[in-house]
């Protein structure tokens, strides 16, 4: 699995409505910064990730237990969501009935400022800025596909069966609480 733009810690998901939660929107891992209703879009925005919400991730793995001939010794790969940021932007603007400020940023500056805080006192530092470049970069590679997930042979629901506007929504919802 990569990016875990939706899941929140194992530790927070007290109960099944926070296990739904989308902790990725609130760390600034999608861009997105609600109250001020602005989103920074790396590169085009285009770029797609694969992304689960932590219930989702919870169900693969009793699934993955459940299959141990089928699985074991087998690198799986699941995901509930397959998004791009502009597919995210485009969602949170129809929930919320507002436009979105876009601010655009360059995965090459993102990296250029990951290697600067490598080379400082503080190289823990460059984690946010290369992981972001990593997920987000137009033309790496990187993307994810429905097909690429092994969502069906554990039973569950594909890639293309699961709409994020709800997860969106749900988010939305939770802030405006």
């Given at each position: 699995?990569?990016?875990?733009?939706?899941?929140?810690?194992?530790?927070?998901?007290?109960?099944?409505?926070?296990?739904?939660?989308?902790?990725?929107?609130?760390?600034?891992?999608?861009?997105?910064?609600?109250?001020?209703?602005?989103?920074?879009?790396?590169?085009?925005?285009?770029?797609?990730?694969?992304?689960?919400?932590?219930?989702?991730?919870?169900?693969?793995?009793?699934?993955?237990?459940?299959?141990?001939?089928?699985?074991?010794?087998?690198?799986?790969?699941?995901?509930?969501?397959?998004v791009t940021q502009n597919q995210i932007?485009?969602?949170?603007?129809?929930?919320?009935?507002?436009?979105?400020?876009?601010?655009?940023?360059?995965?090459?500056?993102?990296?250029?400022?990951?290697?600067?805080?490598?080379?400082?006192?503080?190289?823990?530092?460059?984690?946010?800025?290369?992981?972001?470049?990593?997920?987000?970069?137009?033309?790496?590679?990187?993307?994810?596909?429905?097909?690429?997930?092994?969502?069906?042979?554990?039973?569950?629901?594909?890639?293309?069966?699961?709409?994020?506007?709800?997860?969106?929504?749900?988010?939305?919802?939770?802030?405006?609480?």
């Amino acid at each position: 699995m990569t990016g875990y733009v939706f899941s929140p810690p194992l530790a927070h998901a007290q109960d099944h409505d926070e296990a739904n939660t989308t902790q990725g929107l609130d760390n600034g891992f999608v861009g997105v910064d609600l109250p001020s209703k602005t989103i920074k879009l790396f590169d085009s925005g285009n770029q797609t990730v694969a992304t689960s919400r932590l219930a989702f991730v919870a169900d693969a793995v009793v699934s993955v237990l459940q299959r141990e001939e089928q699985t074991a010794n087998k690198y799986i790969s699941v995901a509930e969501f397959i998004v791009t940021q502009n597919q995210i932007l485009k969602t949170i603007e129809e929930v919320t009935g507002a436009k979105f400020n876009v601010i655009n940023v360059k995965t090459s500056d993102l990296e250029k400022a990951g290697h600067e805080a490598l080379a400082s006192d503080s190289p823990f530092g460059s984690f946010v800025p290369f992981l972001l470049a990593h997920n987000w970069a137009d033309d790496q590679g990187h993307g994810y596909k429905a097909a690429d997930a092994d969502n069906a042979s554990l039973g569950l629901k594909g890639v293309d069966e699961t709409d994020v506007k709800d997860a969106v929504a749900e988010w939305v919802k939770s802030k405006s609480a």
